[in-house]
């Protein structure tokens, strides 16, 4: 999230080009109808988006989605909303949720802050996931990094009592920023002593894994809303 002063708001991307495959175009039309939620400037009703009442969680920049997918497989019994603003990604998913045949998957195409404050409802989220966001690593790039204060503050708004923030990146530097960020929000608090252990839930991405093998770091970071 960073001010932009072309458009004089807060964003939480950076658009960049992206090829759209045959197989992602595919799914873009034949699923998107079916899975990707239009935004709007009014709260979503979760329970008709979904079909059934259900603990639902919140994921910004999923990416290509692979570890989207295989969250929501394994966890039928909780709803998903995936934000993402680049198409290719977007076709991904889609083209996932439909060769593992999940029903509890859904993608809103737009920007995570203005989502969150016009289409979410405030203590209506089981958990949010922000899993290896752009780190913005050079020092005067900083402050468009997605986990600031304000995006916290908001994060926590939306949350029911004992719902979590679950941050993971394989940046040290930008790990303890968010360690203070997050641990400077009120109606949060630590589920850890500082990093937490990756959460079952979360697989290990082959990226992550060649980093691993590499002896790179990665940090997971779980808080709980009091």
């Not at 939620?37 to 990416?63: C, H, M, N, S, W």
């Not at 996932?96 to 405030?122: C, K, S, W, Y």
Request: with cysteine.
């Amino acid at each position: 999230m960073f001010y932009d002063p072309a458009e004089h708001r807060i964003r939480s991307f950076v658009t960049r080009a992206g090829r759209v495959s045959s197989g992602q175009a595919r799914a873009l039309e034949e699923l998107g109808p079916q899975f990707c939620v239009p935004y709007q400037k009014a709260e979503l009703d979760l329970v008709q988006t979904f079909g059934r009442q259900a603990p639902t969680v919140f994921e910004i920049g999923f990416g290509m989605g692979e570890t989207s997918a295989k969250i929501s497989a394994s966890l039928p019994e909780k709803n998903f909303i995936g934000v993402e603003v680049h198409t290719p990604g977007v076709g991904s998913l889609l083209k996932l949720t439909g060769e593992l045949g999940l029903t509890n998957q859904r993608i809103i195409q737009h920007d995570a802050f203005e989502v969150l404050t016009h289409m979410i409802a405030p203590g209506s989220l089981t958990g949010v996931h922000v899993f290896f966001p752009d780190p913005w690593h050079k020092a005067r790039h900083n402050k468009r990094r997605l986990i600031q204060g304000p995006m916290v503050a908001l994060l926590a708004s939306r949350l029911v009592p004992g719902g979590y923030i679950h941050c993971a990146t394989d940046w040290e530097e930008y790990a303890v920023q968010m360690l203070d960020v997050l641990g400077a929000e009120p109606a949060l608090k630590n589920s850890a002593e500082g990093f937490a252990p990756r959460p079952d839930y979360r697989p290990v991405t082959k990226f992550e894994n060649r980093g691993l093998k590499l002896g790179h770091g990665v940090w997971d970071l779980v808080f709980i809303k009091n």
